[in-house]
């Protein structure tokens, strides 16, 4: 009898074991489950997040752009323009540096930045970015950053009117007032060699595309 006591206190003494190793994940022999731990005792779910991927650097300067931090855009403009292949990221630095000559006091440096910043959107322009070449109308008609031409000016009008690129992301005409003020100082005769240049013009060779 006392025999069969102690064989019943020892089951039972080893079904409390078992219920507590399977509680707690074993002795050592288990492994407890991936995941950070609940401070009340339970179990979390596993930690899933990904890290945030870096943002793009053009459109994170083009937002900087817009937002009138030029100063903080440009290098990253510069970056990209160097690499070849980025005419939007060209055409933009060249708008950051105009808007940053209209605030330079000194005007030696205002200049060059308004050249430079010319220098950029013509480039652009002359990749067949038609954002750019309705940009060169005015350029040339007022004289930012390049010598006036009416002429020239003209040329770029009539490039950007025949720049398939635009019907596709749906660019408008050049402005009326914009229209206006070329054909104020374009006579038929100059109408006639700006299509003459606009005629030899062709766009510049893309040899990045075959390393992109």
């Known amino acids: ?3 069969a006591l102690a064989i019943v206190f020892l089951a039972m003494a080893m079904g409390v074991s078992s219920s507590a190793l399977a509680q707690y994940g074993g002795a050592g022999g288990g492994h407890a489950p991936t995941g950070s731990v609940d ?4 179990q979390s779910a596993p930690d899933t997040s990904t890290p945030e991927p870096p943002p793009d650097p053009e ?4 937002d ?19 690499r070849g292949g980025f005419e ?14 209209k605030t330079e006091p000194e005007p030696q440096r205002a200049s060059g930045l308004r050249a430079e910043g010319a220098t950029n959107i013509l480039a652009a322009a002359d990749s067949g970015l038609a954002n750019a070449q309705v940009k060169m109308v005015s350029l040339y008609l007022d004289g930012i950053g390049v010598i006036a031409d009416p002429i020239e000016a003209g040329k770029w ?12 992301i749906s660019l408008p005409d050049i402005s009326p007032e914009l229209q206006a003020r070329l054909d104020s ?16 013009w062709s766009p510049t060779a893309k040899d990045w595309d075959s390393s992109r």
Do not use: K
């Open 157 to 168: 009008a009539l490039i950007y009117h025949a720049n398939g690129s635009r019907f596709v």
């Open 64 to 82: 900087l752009r817009l937002h009138g931090q030029c100063a903080q855009a440009v290098p990253i403009f510069r970056r990209l323009s160097a």
């Open 39 to 42: 401070p009340e005792g339970g």
């Open 185 to 200: 100082v374009l006579p038929a005769a100059s109408w006639a060699q700006a299509q003459a240049r606009a005629d030899a």
């Open 88 to 101: 939007i990221a060209q055409f933009n630095l060249g708008l950051c540096l105009l808007d940053l000559s």
């Open 1 to 3: 009898m006392n025999r």
């Open 59 to 62: 459109a994170h300067a083009e």
